[in-house]
């Protein structure tokens, strides 16, 4: 049978839309199939993701069991000794897998080489006799080699097991690649300006390690192409104004924080337009490491040069540092923060109000062009977005992703009561909850109301895997690594929830029907929803209810529990989940990432 020669073509076109776990299975179908598809599975290797740590696990296990046991390196260099050749973007964090790349020179049509935060476990013990340091000329020669290289990252972490890299030797590498416009140095000490000089193709730079960097360039610099900068850097307001001159072409940012010099005339908007040749920046993205309501008077004088700013990127939020961005951003769509902070301060239960505290409600009252907040650090806690009936924040929202706490509770004794014993008040005791109950239930359906009224909604994530602050060395990826064979690997997630206590959240959405959830009905586009780590009351009914009324849903985090439940909770979670799996088997179950919490007594 004579077989049309469009047909590879066609495969390979398909399979560019196929990740790797959907890959695998197609290039056993047939010949052809294998040969169309085995360049796609193997164009994108990361360590960390799919099977491979899974894979590794393994190998290391058995490891540990015999001393002797070489296999599991042997397996690594015959893989990539025979598909190496295929590799184009190689993501690198586990010592064995860097230790075959460069000792067998196997990767040499590389694209991007991401060389992350490498540690010394498992396979490569250093009592063993092909485990060896390696020298600048030995790790930096697979950076050579690949003159077509067009991203680099070299972690910090590679200095523990390597030479010292000369600032000469660095330069010179990066001389052989012409190509390259990604660099994400943390390895090397060199200076922002030599580098932009001496690789001025480069259209991102960065280096978060220490020393701190000076935010500057030589006096004749200019880097039209540079457009991303990240560096551990704290300019004065002089400093950043000529920066964002000499960068023109700059779209994103990201420092430690605003520097304030006591000896130096403080910079006024005729100083910054001097500065500026009066033409204001092009930045779009600004991320801030660290800053307080100190630095307001700063960025009063920063933002007006910046108009064209729609994302900002903080893990602080305080009201003047609130109050400047609403000032002088109104073309704001994007707020970012870290799921690690702010630290939420909670008392057992319920949620108290920081010093942070309604400094993220005070933003999105007064940015009405808001697409996405992104920041399950904070908690918005300003009632009346919720329970005011005219108002009706961020017509435009696709993406909300944050905690909805301050809500009406009854007491935290009392809460089991009222949780169980819905029927009515059978004593004094039980008497007073159920008097409130009924205004609980009348808030909780007007903030549902309003969150139904966001009909462009892709994603709702208002819960996260709360830990208290002295728990937080136990960290979730957030993204359901996957065992081979599409399993689930939250086993050591899973053992540290039996030891480790979680927070007790009550001030919160319920997320019954009893309690509103039906006024959600009309998020038709809703693809992610996340409920992990608060006190819901989801049940059977409101699974159900997910099921039939959110026809675009791929993603939910709240029912991912573990592979063998032992507690009640758990038990619940797996009985949830088989029956969303039943009715929708298209929708994913993911874990949330971590939010670390302060736990006051």
């Not at 660290?290 to 920063?302: E, G, N, P, Y």
């Not at 239960?349 to 650090?377: F, V, Y």
């Amino acid at each position: 049978m004579e077989v049309n020669k469009h047909i590879p073509e066609i495969i390979q076109l398909i399979g560019t839309y196929l990740s790797p776990p959907d890959l695998y299975p197609c290039i056993r179908a047939c010949r052809i199939w294998y040969k169309a598809l085995t360049p796609l599975l193997w164009h994108t290797i990361d360590d960390s993701l799919y099977s491979w740590p899974w894979i590794l696990y393994n190998l290391e296990a058995r490891r540990q069991m015999n001393d002797s046991y070489e296999d599991g390196r042997k397996w690594i260099a015959a893989v990539f000794g025979k598909y190496g050749h295929l590799v184009r973007e190689l993501r690198v964090q586990r010592r064995e897998i860097l230790d075959v790349v460069v000792g067998m020179e196997c990767c040499l049509l590389l694209r991007k080489f991401w060389v992350g935060k490498v540690e010394s476990v498992g396979l490569q013990e250093v009592e063993h006799e092909w485990m060896y340091d390696f020298s600048q000329e030995e790790q930096l020669e697979i950076v050579e080699k690949n003159t077509g290289l067009r991203v680099l990252r070299l972690d910090e972490s590679l200095a523990e097991f390597m030479d010292i890299v000369t600032e000469e030797y660095f330069f010179e590498t990066l001389a052989s690649l012409p190509e390259l416009v990604v660099l994400e140095n943390d390895l090397v000490v060199v200076d922002m300006a030599v580098v932009l000089d001496r690789v001025p193709t480069l259209t991102r730079y960065a280096k978060l390690s220490d020393p701190i960097s000076a935010l500057s360039l030589s006096h004749t610099q200019v880097a039209l192409k540079l457009t991303q900068v990240e560096l551990k850097a704290r300019p004065t307001c002089w400093e950043l104004f000529k920066f964002l001159r000499d960068v023109p072409n700059l779209d994103s940012l990201r420092i430690l924080g605003l520097a304030h010099v006591n000896d130096q005339q403080p910079c006024s908007q005729e100083d910054a337009a001097l500065l500026m040749d009066n033409n204001p920046s092009r930045l779009r993205s600004i991320q801030l490491e660290f800053i307080s309501d100190a630095d307001a008077d700063l960025l009063d004088i920063i933002l007006p040069w910046i108009p064209h700013l729609h994302t900002i990127h903080l893990t602080q939020l305080f009201p003047k540092i609130a109050t400047a961005f609403s000032t002088h951003c109104p073309a704001l769509t994007t707020i970012n923060g870290d799921s690690t902070g702010p630290f939420t301060q909670i008392i057992p239960g319920r949620r108290r109000p920081n010093l942070q505290a309604e400094s993220l409600d005070m933003m999105i009252k007064t940015c009405p062009n808001l697409h996405k907040i992104d920041w399950i650090g904070h908690t918005l806690y300003n009632a009346r977005i919720w329970t005011d009936m005219e108002v009706r924040p961020w017509p435009n929202l696709t993406f909300l992703r944050c905690q909805i706490g301050g809500l009406k509770v009854s007491t935290i004794e009392n809460e089991p009561t009222w949780r169980i014993g819905r029927t009515g008040p059978s004593n004094y005791w039980q008497k007073k909850p159920f008097q409130v109950q009924h205004s609980i239930q009348t808030q909780q359906m007007m903030v549902m109301h309003q969150l139904g009224r966001l009909i462009h909604l892709k994603v709702l994530d208002i819960g996260a895997d709360f830990r208290f602050q002295e728990d937080a060395s136990v960290v979730s990826t957030g993204q359901g690594d996957q065992a081979p064979g599409g399993g689930d690997h939250s086993h050591s997630r899973a053992a540290a929830s039996h030891t480790k206590p979680r927070p007790k959240i009550y001030d919160c959405l319920r997320l019954s029907l009893d309690m509103g959830l039906g006024e959600l009905c009309e998020l038709k586009s809703l693809e992610l929803f996340g409920f992990e780590g608060i006190e819901h009351d989801v049940g059977e009914k409101e699974v159900e209810w997910m099921a039939e009324k959110w026809p675009k849903l791929k993603v939910m985090r709240g029912l991912n529990g573990t592979l063998l439940p032992k507690t009640e909770e758990e038990v619940k979670k797996a009985h949830l989940q088989s029956i969303m799996r039943t009715l929708r088997p298209d929708v994913v179950h993911e874990d949330s990432e971590v939010c670390v919490m302060v736990h006051l007594a």
